[in-house]
């Protein structure tokens, strides 16, 4: 049977030995009176939840999946969920980032994010309901009318109802400027949405008294493509005059999709049929206030990804000192035994240091993501506020493709561990891999965030956010350069910084030329900037381990072992990403369609 247990002590390092984040937040008149004990209060009760509540969940829900019944158009999640959700409710917890105005506690995204990863470790599938429902809370909180806020977010903050993000469409995928779905206008000043969405997470589920969709769709005379997109919030039960769930609306399930994985989540087919629907932000600028949702949930997605990394790695891990086969190639770890524990085997370290060092190190930069974005929401210097925003808009597509890229790679490598076990039901470890799979293409696919992180976060504003981010990584190297015990951090730092301006200049030079080379080169340029990403927060990592590895705390030894792996086995793959980078697009396009 799987286990889990909250990286608590790893948490509480990154957040205050390496992010100081009580400090960062003493800047921040919102988060001003919050101290480190209530901060690791809230993040050892949202562990306890995770290990206790949803993990015992996960494989059960997994194997029994959504029902759906066509006569009603209803959908019964896995036994236990609904439980499970009102114990969620019952202790506050979907009000924890909330705004205090509609019933939230008001506390950092942070704090959220590190509940997320929790959550993600120990029950993705159900984990998507309550994500999905913060999304559309934000989305509203930024965009929605003020009478639609009063109405709306109140019981999105209580879990009392939840939401949906309502985009795709069988021909289009992600194509959203080719979306079919109508609105029009009605004489009450709502509007009758028609038509078909698919790969609706969380469409339709019993957790909820009523499900509010965010929807997109077309008004009549709109412009083509994305500019003549709107907005509209359709919710499944139209509230009555006391604001409770009403009457049904026109808007349904018709079925569910049988997937590889994420089973306990009902992913939906949804209908709509002259559905009553409310007007979000202004006609035809729907796809900016989705946006608000859309990038949420890629950061979310992220932390999907470093969620299951770390609970693969705490199986594999566990598994590897138990089992014994083999001996160990230079020296017997037990004479006393017929065969040594599979963890004395140089691959089999090898797998689980790196699923360690991606755990490790995108807990650091995930972490520091949700900070740059909760000072882009209440630093009260404007400036800091608009250079977080734009960090946060930098960093989300490495949030989303670099993190789920190495939670895929983590989990088929600790499936590895296992053997012939890692293939087998009861050891849990197949559903992570197939969970996490789908990280990696939906909230767009990683070759997507790739094009928009070097075509519209890099070249679109000359590389001015990049070299912002370079600026922090230079101000490291020079102020520890100097220190022999931090030379073999310092130096490759420094040298993949060096090589990534040189690689931005190269492809945007050629990209002026032929706008492919931008295509051809996006995937292994994410994976660049990823890592250099990764190596600026593994060497502030390992300075914090230097300076305490005197204190006998085998918790610093441990991390320092870990960034040198880091350094030694794993960065370089820069090399071969660079050099695949600089390939061109001629090498691709060489091959006329017909012969594929």
Request: with cysteine; proline share 5%.
């Amino acid at each position: 049977m799987p286990r889990y247990t909250p990286p608590l002590r790893d948490q509480t390092f990154v957040l205050h030995e390496l992010l100081a984040v009580t400090d960062a937040y003493q800047a921040m008149p919102a988060h001003a009176s919050l101290d480190a004990d209530t901060i690791n209060q809230v993040v050892e009760a949202s562990g306890t939840f995770c290990a206790e509540v949803l993990f015992p969940l996960n494989q059960s829900g997994d194997q029994e999946g959504c029902h759906f019944d066509p006569a009603t158009h209803a959908v019964t999640t896995p036994k236990g969920f609904k439980e499970a959700w009102d114990s969620f409710c019952a202790a506050g917890w979907p009000s924890l980032h909330a705004d205090p105005e509609f019933g939230g506690q008001g506390l950092p995204a942070l704090l959220q994010n590190v509940f997320f990863e929790m959550q993600y470790s120990t029950n993705q599938a159900w984990a998507m309901y309550p994500g999905l429902t913060s999304g559309a809370y934000e989305c509203l909180h930024a965009h929605g009318t003020p009478e639609q806020k009063q109405l709306y977010l109140p019981k999105l903050v209580s879990g009392e109802w939840t939401g949906t993000m309502c985009l795709t469409e069988a021909h289009c995928g992600t194509d959203l400027g080719l979306i079919r779905t109508r609105a029009v206008p009605k004489e009450d000043g709502t509007y009758a949405l028609t038509g078909s969405k698919i790969f609706i997470s969380s469409g339709e589920h019993d957790l909820s008294k009523n499900i509010v969709h965010l929807v997109l769709a077309k008004l009549p005379g709109a412009p083509e493509g994305t500019k003549g997109i709107s907005l509209f919030l359709v919710p499944k039960f139209v509230p009555d005059a006391k604001g409770d769930a009403g009457e049904r609306n026109g808007i349904f399930c018709t079925g569910i999709e049988h997937k590889m994985g994420i089973h306990a989540n009902s992913t939906c087919q949804i209908t709509m049929e002259d559905a009553t629907g409310y007007l979000v932000a202004e006609p035809n600028k729907g796809l900016n206030a989705m946006f608000v949702m859309m990038n949420g949930a890629r950061l979310g997605v992220g932390m999907q990804g470093l969620g299951l990394t770390e609970v693969a790695y705490q199986n594999a891990a566990a598994y590897a000192k138990d089992r014994r086969q083999g001996r160990a190639l230079s020296e017997s770890a037990r004479t006393d035994q017929s065969a040594d524990p599979i963890i004395v085997h140089p691959d089999v370290r090898k797998m689980l240091l790196t699923a360690r060092a991606y755990a490790e190190g995108g807990r650091a930069f995930g972490y520091w993501v949700a900070l740059e974005y909760d000072k882009s929401l209440h630093h009260p210097d404007e400036a800091v506020r608009n250079a977080s925003s734009a960090m946060v808009g930098l960093m989300t597509p490495i949030v989303k493709a670099f993190m789920t890229d190495n939670g895929f790679q983590c989990a088929s490598t600790c499936l590895q561990v296992f053997g012939g076990h890692g293939y087998i039901r009861e050891w849990g470890m197949e559903q992570y891999v197939r969970d996490a799979r789908i990280n990696m293409i939906y909230e767009g696919t990683n070759t997507i965030q790739a094009l928009d992180l070097l075509g519209r976060k890099v070249l679109r504003d000359n590389g001015a956010t990049l070299r912002a981010f370079g600026e922090q990584v230079r101000a490291f190297v020079e102020d520890h350069g100097a220190d022999e015990a931090m030379n073999e951090f310092i130096t490759p730092l420094a040298d993949l910084g060096d090589k990534l301006t040189k690689l931005t200049m190269e492809i945007g030079m050629k990209a002026m030329q032929n706008p492919d080379e931008v295509g051809a080169a996006a995937v292994d340029y994410l994976r660049v900037v990823g890592h250099l990403v990764y190596a600026y927060f593994w060497a502030r990592m390992a300075r914090i381990a230097l300076d305490k590895e005197s204190s006998g705390d085998p918790f610093y030894r441990a991390k320092l072992a870990t960034a040198r792996f880091y350094f030694a086995r794993l960065l370089p793959e820069t090399a071969s990403s660079i050099r695949a980078a600089r390939s061109g697009a001629a090498v691709l396009n060489a091959l006329d369609a017909d012969l594929f």
